[in-house]
């Protein structure tokens, strides 16, 4: 048995203390005092220790919850695992800080267009967005994303963790995102209802990072097949309180390339999370893939964190105790919300120059909504096809300009009015007056037919 006076006394190395003070609290001699110096190094305040009155009872070494901040002076750690040299050694504390550098780009070699599913378009248009860090949990049918980047990351001195969860997932992008660094996740609707807490944390803390949610049916965890159902969570439901972000909404896998890069360039202008829509059966479609001429080197922006003290004044959070200080954030967020609505609606019109009937679909269901136009339009109907491809901020101001010779507006959908709802709402606060909305909607990972299409559009009153 070890007698009290051969057990070792405590030993502070100041720069792991992160001054959290737990071992103020384990130690019944008041050996511990809360600091009052910054250490220079880290920026932080460690603790002060007086061992006049200290017995060596230990308590303050397992109250540590830093592998080297507080130990034996002997150097005989109790666990072998405290040994630093199995650790890869102590933190680099003398690393260059890193300075802002902005993002450039770089030309890319003529090659072959790819013939990949949608979730590996994807990941590719992140790769050459500059995104090196992806963290995710795996869930059909978004998993072949993550699991392509797991393999190519590495060798591109990148990062792929698979979380224990979806919610530990959005707390790492939180704080990748907050260094600056370009992150994403691949994750289905499931994955994405869990995430949505940590999402309103970033929009709160302004952190960028790109979410590609592939859709598939629900409530709950529903089933694996294709849905929508997740429309009105993206563009309405990110967290509580004043939250948006912008939800783009592909409908080939080369746009799932465009968007995904597209999603990259305004996380970063707008500081703010970005949505990518698929749908389960864009993630799994197979198709033709150009790739761009040239490639994002991704640099440091001024605002990233990093692990010193020269970043103290970057640090970011989200929680703001001052009623008016929280007011002025919010207003500030709803200025930003304000120029993505004035800047970034997205929609691309289809036959919509002259069309009676003008149908609204995005992802695959506009796919089919656009085999629908072809058969109307070979049988002498006048229909158009308007797919937004932001579904927030929903693209009015295009939809109002085809309004004025458009008899029908009608809605295809892989949910039960989730787009619908979003149109009507753009069409409220836009205070236009519209004609007749029906629709065609499937549910539970079934999507519209192009025959339930044309004959739906069959059937209107007076179509033209
Ligand atoms: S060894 Fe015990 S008495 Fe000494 S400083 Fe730690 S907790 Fe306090
Ligand atoms: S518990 Fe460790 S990190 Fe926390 S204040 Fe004490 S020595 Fe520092």
Same mark, same amino acid.
């Given at each position: 048995?070890?007698?009290?006076?051969?057990?070792?006394?405590?030993?502070?190395?100041?720069?792991?203390?992160?001054?959290?003070?737990?071992?103020?609290?384990?130690?019944?001699?008041?050996?511990?005092?809360?600091?009052?110096?910054?250490?220079?190094?880290?920026?932080?305040?460690?603790?002060?220790?007086?061992?006049?009155?200290?017995?060596?009872?230990?308590?303050?070494?397992?109250?540590?919850?830093?592998?080297?901040?507080?130990?034996?002076?002997?150097?005989?750690?109790?666990?072998?695992?405290?040994?630093?040299?199995?650790?890869?050694?102590?933190?680099?504390?003398?690393?260059?800080?890193?300075?802002?550098?902005?993002?450039?780009?770089?030309?890319?070699?003529?090659?072959?267009?790819?013939?990949?599913?949608?979730?590996?378009?994807?990941?590719?248009?992140?790769?050459?967005?500059?995104?090196?860090?992806?963290?995710?949990?795996?869930?059909?049918? !978004?998993?072949? /994303?993550?699991? *392509? =980047?797991?393999?190519?990351?590495?060798?591109?001195? $990148?990062?792929? &963790?698979? #979380? +224990?969860?979806?919610?530990?997932?959005?707390?790492?992008?939180?704080?990748?995102?907050?260094?600056?660094?370009?992150?994403?996740?691949?994750? !289905?609707?499931? /994955?994405?209802? *869990? =995430?949505?807490?940590?999402?309103?944390?970033?929009? $709160?803390?302004? &952190?960028? #990072? +790109?979410?590609?949610?592939?859709?598939?049916?629900?409530?709950?965890?529903?089933?694996?097949?294709?849905?929508?159902?997740?429309?009105?969570?993206?563009?309405? /439901?990110?967290?509580?309180?004043?939250?948006?972000?912008?939800?783009?909404?592909?409908?080939?896998?080369?746009?799932?390339?465009?968007?995904?890069?597209?999603?990259?360039?305004?996380?970063?202008?707008?500081?703010?999370?970005?949505?990518?829509?698929?749908?389960?059966?864009? /993630?799994?479609?197979?198709?033709?893939?150009?790739?761009?001429?040239?490639?994002?080197?991704?640099?440091?922006?001024?605002?990233?964190?990093?692990?010193?003290?020269?970043?103290?004044?970057?640090?970011?959070?989200?929680?703001?105790?001052?009623?008016?200080?929280?007011?002025?954030?919010?207003?500030?967020?709803?200025?930003?919300?304000?120029?993505?609505?004035?800047?970034?609606?997205?929609?691309?019109?289809?036959?919509?120059?002259?069309?009676?009937?003008?149908?609204?679909?995005?992802?695959?269901?506009?796919?089919?909504?656009?085999?629908?136009?072809?058969?109307?339009?070979?049988?002498?109907?006048?229909?158009?096809?308007?797919?937004?491809?932001?579904?927030?901020?929903?693209?009015?101001?295009?939809?109002?300009?085809?309004?004025?010779?458009?008899?029908?507006?009608?809605?295809?959908?892989?949910?039960?009015?989730?787009?619908?709802?979003?149109?009507?709402?753009?069409?409220?606060?836009?205070?236009?007056?519209?004609?007749?909305?029906?629709?065609?909607?499937?549910?539970?990972?079934?999507?519209?037919?192009?025959?339930?299409?044309?004959?739906?559009?069959?059937?209107?009153?007076?179509?033209?």
């Amino acid at each position: 048995m070890t007698s009290i006076d051969e057990r070792p006394l405590p030993s502070l190395l100041p720069e792991y203390c992160k001054g959290c003070g737990r071992c103020l609290a384990a130690c019944t001699k008041d050996c511990i005092s809360v600091g009052t110096e910054i250490h220079p190094v880290t920026g932080l305040v460690p603790v002060v220790i007086d061992l006049t009155n200290c017995n060596r009872c230990g308590l303050c070494f397992d109250a540590c919850p830093e592998p080297f901040g507080l130990q034996p002076a002997d150097g005989q750690s109790s666990c072998a695992l405290m040994d630093p040299a199995l650790l890869g050694g102590k933190r680099p504390f003398d690393a260059p800080t890193p300075e802002p550098m902005p993002d450039s780009m770089l030309d890319l070699p003529a090659r072959a267009p790819l013939v990949v599913k949608g979730t590996y378009a994807s990941a590719v248009g992140a790769v050459l967005a500059g995104c090196r860090h992806v963290y995710g949990y795996p869930i059909t049918p !978004s998993t072949e /994303g993550a699991e *392509l =980047m797991a393999k190519v990351l590495p060798a591109l001195d $990148g990062v792929f &963790v698979q #979380a +224990v969860s979806e919610v530990a997932t959005v707390n790492i992008m939180y704080g990748a995102g907050g260094a600056g660094k370009r992150c994403m996740t691949f994750t !289905s609707s499931p /994955g994405f209802s *869990l =995430m949505l807490e940590g999402i309103s944390y970033m929009i $709160g803390a302004e &952190v960028p #990072a +790109v979410f590609v949610n592939i859709m598939r049916g629900g409530p709950g965890l529903g089933n694996i097949a294709p849905a929508q159902a997740d429309i009105k969570l993206a563009c309405r /439901g990110l967290g509580h309180g004043n939250t948006h972000a912008i939800v783009l909404a592909p409908a080939t896998p080369q746009e799932m390339l465009d968007c995904t890069m597209l999603a990259f360039e305004l996380a970063f202008e707008y500081r703010n999370p970005v949505v990518v829509l698929g749908d389960g059966y864009l /993630g799994q479609m197979t198709g033709k893939v150009l790739l761009p001429d040239r490639m994002v080197v991704p640099g440091i922006p001024e605002w990233a964190v990093a692990g010193d003290r020269s970043h103290r004044g970057n640090l970011i959070c989200s929680i703001e105790l001052s009623e008016a200080e929280l007011e002025r954030h919010d207003q500030e967020l709803d200025e930003k919300y304000a120029r993505m609505i004035a800047k970034e609606q997205r929609a691309d019109l289809h036959h919509c120059d002259d069309a009676d009937v003008v149908l609204v679909a995005c992802n695959t269901p506009a796919q089919l909504a656009k085999g629908a136009v072809r058969e109307l339009r070979a049988a002498g109907l006048r229909v158009g096809l308007f797919r937004p491809i932001t579904v927030w901020p929903f693209p009015i101001d295009a939809l109002c300009e085809v309004l004025p010779d458009a008899g029908h507006l009608v809605v295809v959908e892989a949910s039960e009015g989730q787009l619908e709802d979003e149109m009507r709402l753009a069409l409220s606060h836009a205070d236009v007056h519209a004609p007749p909305i029906s629709h065609v909607r499937r549910q539970g990972g079934i999507l519209p037919s192009q025959e339930e299409i044309v004959e739906h559009v069959q059937g209107l009153r007076g179509v033209r």
